[in-house]
């Protein structure tokens, strides 16, 4: 049996999509017989938390292939101006999850950011706001990683505006309905058919 690993944050756990659990739960349904699937999504994670438990929710599997979706709370920021993760450790952190994956031998795929609707996000609870700049910032950094590395990357942001965008296809400004979650779980098997 072969080993697929979601790990991620809040979308990743499917949050906001009712009808399915979450685009990881939707393409672990079209897996083939052979694979089988971990979800590790936590709602609220950024980098450093999930270099917290990498071990043991991702790396103790010895997963074939790693699915990364990170970051969009590494972006987020406080009223005040301060961001949850700068950019700059959030690179760092990814550099930290590259060298721990590499032992590992699984194969990586780094899944892009979705656009936030900021009409709904500015700010979305008591001081947090979520910016279309920042998610875009960091959504570039996942790329730059990604190539530098040798992983896959899915982009999301263009299919997401193609299909509506975040006023559409987000409940909150931020989490996917669930034809948002469709979406995603399309772009990602897409790109798991390479690897497979």
Same mark, same amino acid.
């Given at each position: =049996?072969?080993?697929?690993?979601?790990?991620?944050?809040?979308?990743?756990?499917?949050?906001?999509?009712? @009808?399915?659990?979450?685009?990881?739960?939707?393409?672990?349904?079209?897996?083939?017989?052979?694979?089988?699937?971990?979800? %590790?999504?936590?709602?609220?994670?950024?980098?450093?938390?999930?270099?917290?438990?990498?071990?043991?929710?991702?790396?103790?599997?010895?997963?074939?292939?790693?699915?990364?979706?990170?970051?969009?709370?590494?972006?987020?920021?406080?009223?005040?101006?301060?961001? $949850?993760?700068?950019?700059?450790?959030? $690179?760092?952190?990814?550099? $930290?999850?590259?060298?721990?994956?590499?032992?590992?031998?699984?194969?990586?795929?780094?899944?892009?950011?979705?656009?936030?609707?900021?009409?709904?996000?500015?700010?979305?609870?008591?001081?947090?706001?979520?910016?279309?700049?920042?998610?875009?910032?960091?959504?570039?950094?996942?790329?730059?990683?990604?190539?530098?590395?040798?992983?896959?990357?899915?982009?999301? =942001? &263009?299919?997401? @505006?193609? &299909?509506?965008?975040?006023?559409?296809?987000?409940?909150?400004?931020?989490?996917?309905?669930?034809?948002?979650?469709?979406?995603?779980?399309? %772009?990602?098997? &897409?790109?798991?058919?390479?690897? =497979?």
């Amino acid at each position: =049996m072969k080993t697929i690993v979601f790990i991620g944050d809040s979308i990743t756990e499917g949050a906001a999509d009712h @009808e399915s659990g979450g685009w990881t739960r939707r393409l672990a349904a079209t897996l083939p017989d052979d694979w089988e699937a971990v979800h %590790a999504g936590v709602g609220g994670d950024t980098i450093y938390l999930i270099l917290e438990r990498l071990e043991q929710d991702a790396l103790i599997y010895k997963p074939d292939i790693l699915v990364l979706a990170v970051g969009i709370n590494d972006s987020r920021r406080y009223t005040a101006g301060r961001y $949850e993760v700068t950019l700059e450790d959030f $690179e760092h952190g990814l550099a $930290e999850f590259a060298r721990r994956v590499a032992e590992s031998g699984a194969r990586v795929i780094v899944v892009g950011l979705t656009p936030v609707d900021e009409p709904r996000t500015l700010p979305i609870a008591e001081d947090l706001h979520y910016t279309q700049i920042a998610a875009r910032d960091y959504d570039a950094a996942l790329q730059r990683f990604a190539e530098q590395h040798g992983y896959g990357y899915v982009p999301l =942001m &263009a299919a997401f @505006e193609l &299909a509506g965008g975040a006023a559409q296809l987000t409940s909150d400004g931020l989490h996917p309905t669930p034809a948002g979650h469709a979406l995603i779980a399309e %772009a990602v098997g &897409a790109a798991l058919q390479a690897l =497979m």
